[in-house]
């Protein structure tokens, strides 16, 4: 039996090793656009690789239908993944958090292994192969590519992921390969990335990271808040809370809703409180200007950005601000609001959101209910996962369920 995988990153190699193991008698064809195997994977974690994370769930993952994961992460859960791992020889640190990184704190050494079982395996790979289409003549498919076409496959799967970080070659080709088999997809959307707001200031607070409290409205209706870095940029705003509540938010954006943040920089002191301490302040140091003794609390470059906002001039001394400016001070540092207006884009974006729709897929073999024979694993589908190893362990568990089934005739 013959099989192609279009697409050598986590799913796709996953998706050969378990067919391989299954069926050592399969002739598994993988084909990818890049010299190498497993570039997101290498680009992940910062380059540590975040693998995979030990508590993982439905409510870790966003799309038409969340719940679609359930089987695949009850089939491969975290204990059959660290089975997986110690079979190819790579150890795995498992953080408190949840996050497991491979214990090199290398994501080399991780497709290094990978590459070596789809030697052991003799899987071939066709490197820097731009798959231009996939036809299917008298059940057998044929894969198109810019040089020749590969023929005869008796079945396909295709793990080519989407649009999210282009400069690693990423690509909607799986949509477009989907739509001509008559599968419908969700639109897709950058996931995982930084924001553009209405308001940069200038640029004057480029540079400022502080860990705060993030909330998102979604048409003024509070949708989520979440706790983390938050680095001002020239554009709007990135960090690790920005991220994480970036899928949220850019999913409402797709949708054409009004989309705000409101950061707390004192999340540990409420709004009286950080007043009252103010108000202490200018009292005790009242011959010094407001700016000054502002940078106690705050950035000096966010102090002068905050006198503005509050109408309050730069020069003004303590003595000289009344309660009503205090309150001011407190509110917009208790809830600096930003009109979230556009996003970094794919080329900056961890991941993809949208994508081929599930209800047309069978969750338990990843099998298309529309073309028998073709599969579809990763991030190509509408699930998208946080940030923290979700995506990758669903794209390890899909691949898995889809190389099972493939490898049985």
């Known amino acids: 039996m013959k099989i192609a995988i279009i697409g050598a990153g986590a799913a796709g190699i996953m998706a050969a090793i378990t067919a391989k193991r299954v069926n050592k008698n399969l002739d598994i064809d993988i084909f990818d656009a890049n010299k190498t195997v497993g570039k997101k994977i290498l680009a992940s974690g910062n380059g540590r690789c975040n693998i995979s994370n030990s508590s993982i769930s439905s409510k870790n993952y966003l799309g038409e239908n969340p719940s679609f994961v359930d ?144 909330s998102l409205y979604v048409n003024g209706n509070f949708e989520q808040e979440i706790f983390g870095d938050v680095l001002f940029t020239a554009y709007g705003v990135s960090g690790f809370a920005i991220l994480d509540i970036s899928q949220r938010a850019v999913l409402a954006l797709t949708n054409f809703s009004d989309v705000e943040l409101r950061i707390n920089f004192f999340p540990k002191i409420n709004v009286n409180d950080l007043a009252n301490q103010i108000q202490t302040l200018f009292k005790t140091l009242s011959n010094q200007k407001a700016i000054d003794i502002l940078t106690g609390l705050v950035s000096n470059k966010i102090a002068p950005v905050l006198l503005d906002i509050c109408k309050i001039d730069k020069d003004t001394k303590s003595s000289d601000i009344n309660m009503k400016q205090i309150k001011a001070l407190s509110h ?73 089934h493939i490898a049985i005739k």
């Open 71 to 214: 089987f695949a992460l009850k089939e491969f859960d975290f204990k059959v993944f660290e089975k997986f791992c110690k079979s190819i020889g790579l150890l795995l640190d498992e953080k408190e958090s949840g996050k497991v990184y491979p214990l090199s704190n290398e994501a080399k050494s991780v497709t290094n292994l990978l590459s070596l079982a789809l030697e052991d395996f003799k899987v071939n790979i066709y490197y820097e192969h731009f798959i231009d289409d996939i036809k299917k003549i008298d059940n057998k498919f044929i894969v198109i590519c810019k040089e020749k076409q590969f023929k005869d496959y008796d079945k396909v799967v295709i793990t080519s992921g989407l649009g999210a970080a282009p400069q690693l070659n990423s690509s909607e080709k799986g949509l477009e390969i989907a739509s001509n088999f008559g599968h419908t997809f969700n639109p897709t959307y950058p996931s995982l990335v930084g924001l553009q707001t209405q308001n940069t200031y200038n640029g004057k607070l480029q540079g400022v990271k502080k860990e705060c409290n993030v």
């Open 332 to 404: 917009q540092l208790n809830s600096w609001r930003l009109k979230v207006i556009d996003t970094q884009g794919f080329s900056h974006a961890e991941a993809s959101g949208g994508g081929v729709r599930t209800p047309e897929i069978d969750n338990k073999t990843y099998e298309s209910k529309i073309v028998k024979n073709l599969y579809f694993a990763g991030e190509v589908l509408d699930i998208v996962g946080n940030r923290g190893g979700y995506n990758l362990h669903f794209a390890w568990a899909s691949g898995y369920l889809a190389g099972k």
